[in-house]
Structures are given as structure tokens and as C-alpha cells.
């Protein structure tokens, strides 16, 4: 500048002088030469206030304070006033900008959207398929439970399960498909699997296609279960897992009624049958209930039709009476 500093001018819009410097500035600012100084000067000043702005937030008493100096100070040479009036107007024209985009910044932040979650409840007897936004599939099992967001958000895709379900994952690298069942956290990327998860009994994932990881979440602490491919299961039992190779097309037809039992006791095959049939399976000879084997049932048959495959090649009677069976 030819007669005064760029930084004494800065520090007297922001009212920092002293007396002498004022006189300076004010006299500097009746002189014609100054105009050209004071566009360029309240251009950059703008800039630099909307840039910072939109990194910083607002302080609102600091505003008001400022814009009551700026107000006070106003009364002098018109040119002066000018001066003023403009600095307060790109001022606030920032604080608008600011509000602006902190407005649409936390109402479209995807953390902060509440999304629907849906719960599916099948009770026994009752299956039912469902659609996810994505386009993954899942067949719920019969007294199952399913809970998911009605729209994905965020890098995961995460449903809970208790019960039983078989899934047909749509493929997405980017965001991974993770079910949990409890503690265990079943993840893909995109494949066919199912997951047994009743209370009470073992935590079975079973893999038809693709490639799954199991983890168990204790305390905070994620331990690694196992890494399955296609024709493997993991059973998660008392702190123990146990894999297994098994036949990738049993896990598939799971979802037509097509149950695979391999050296399972009476028992577990009747509490099964329970929840696919909605009855009631008892034991006259609880020895019986013991007794394992291995069979392949079809569960889209008639009860009475199950019943007569199962008891013939495992020697007992059964008798019937509405929804109890009672076997002996």
C-alpha cells in the first residue's frame, strides 16, 4: 500500500486500534486513491471469512458482539461507514453459507438417519421368503426370527438371526453381508449358506456356495471360528467349534423342505420335525429319544408321510392326535 499498511487496516475492522491509529486509518480513508485498497482488501477478507467458517463453528455471542461494534463505529466519514456496512454484509453472508451447510451436511449425514428396522417372526409351521434391499434372498425357517433395516446404509450389511434361515447373498465386495446370531458373526461377501441358531442347541452354518468367516464376540474380544467353503459347516458348541465336510447340496435344498440328518438322536430329528410341522413329538421310552441315525427326510410331504419314512427304518409306532404325536 502507498500510505498505510494492508495489516493496519485488517486490525482496524476488527477494532483493534488505538486512538492514533485510528486517526491514520480515518484520514487514509477520505482519500480517493483508497478504493481500489478497500475492494481488493474486503474481496480477500470475504474469502478467507466464508473459507474458515465453513471449517469452524459458529460462535454466535462473538457475532453479535461484533456486529454491535461494527454498528457503534458506524457514524463517521460515509466512506468509512461503507466500509463497515460491507465487511458486516460478506460476514454474514458467510455465517449463512456456514448454517446452510452445516443444515444439509447433518440432516443427509447417513449416521444421523434413523432407518426402519423390520422384524419377521415366523411362528412353527410357518416359512416364508424374504427380500432385502439389496437383493439378497432368505428363506426363514419355521419358528425363526429376523431382523433387518429396510434400507442398507453405512459399509456393512448387517441382519440378526435366531432360528434358523438359508441365504442367498447378493454379491457386494464393497460392503459386507454379516448376520448375527448371539455372539457369533457370520461374513460374506456374496454367496448361499445357512445358519441354525436355536437356543439351547448347537450354532450350525452350513456353505452351498462361496466362502463365509464365523467369529465369536466375547467381552469386545472377536476370536476367529473358522473360514468356510463351499460343502463345510462349523457347529459352535459349549466354547467348542467343530468343522466338518458335508454335501454342498443338502445346504441348497434346505429351503424346498429337504432335511439331511447324519447321526443325529430320534430326539433332535423330533424337535425339528416340531417346528417344520407346528406339533408336538413326545417319547413313551425315553431310551428311544437316545437312538441316533442317519436319514434324509422331506418336509414337504405330509406329517403322517414323514412319520411313516422315519419310523420304518427305525423300528417304533407312532400314534397321532391332532397337533401330538407320541411316539413309542
Known sequence: ??????????????????????????????????????????EERMEKDMADSMEMPVDKKQQQQWAASMRARMGRADKVNSLRMRYFIAAAAASVLLLAGLFTYFNNKPQNRIVP????????????????????TIHLGAASQLQYPEQFTGATREITLTGEAFFEVA?????????????????VLGTSFK????????????????????DDSNNGVVRQLAILTAGKQVSWHQEHALVE??????????????????????????????????V????????KAKEKVTVTLFAGSALNTTLQILSAGNNFNYSRNGRDVIIY
Not at 428396522?117 to 439378497?136: F, H, T, Y
Open 245 to 278: 465336510y458335508i454335501r454342498a447340496e443338502d445346504v441348497a435344498n434346505w429351503q424346498n423342505g429337504r432335511l439331511v440328518f447324519n447321526n443325529q438322536t430320534l430326539q433332535e430329528i423330533a424337535t425339528t420335525l416340531e417346528r417344520w410341522y407346528d
Open 117 to 136: 428396522l423390520v422384524l419377521q417372526q415366523n411362528k412353527a409351521g410357518e416359512r416364508k421368503q424374504i427380500q432385502l434391499s439389496d437383493g439378497s
Open 171 to 187: 454379491t457386494d465386495a464393497k460392503h459386507p453381508f454379516i448376520i448375527h446370531t448371539g455372539n457369533i458373526a457370520t461374513t
Open 280 to 287: 408336538k413329538i413326545s417319547f413313551n421310552r425315553p431310551q
Open 195 to 214: 445358519i441354525a441358531a436355536f437356543e439351547g442347541q448347537p450354532l450350525v452354518v452350513s456353505v452351498a456356495t462361496g466362502k463365509v468367516r464365523v
Open 1 to 42: 500500500m502507498a500510505n498505510i499498511s494492508k495489516a493496519l487496516l485488517l486490525k482496524y475492522l476488527d477494532n483493534n486500534c488505538n486512538d492514533a491509529e485510528k486517526a491514520i486509518v480515518e484520514a487514509y480513508l477520505q482519500q480517493p486513491e483508497s478504493n481500489t485498497v478497500l475492494s481488493q482488501l474486503l
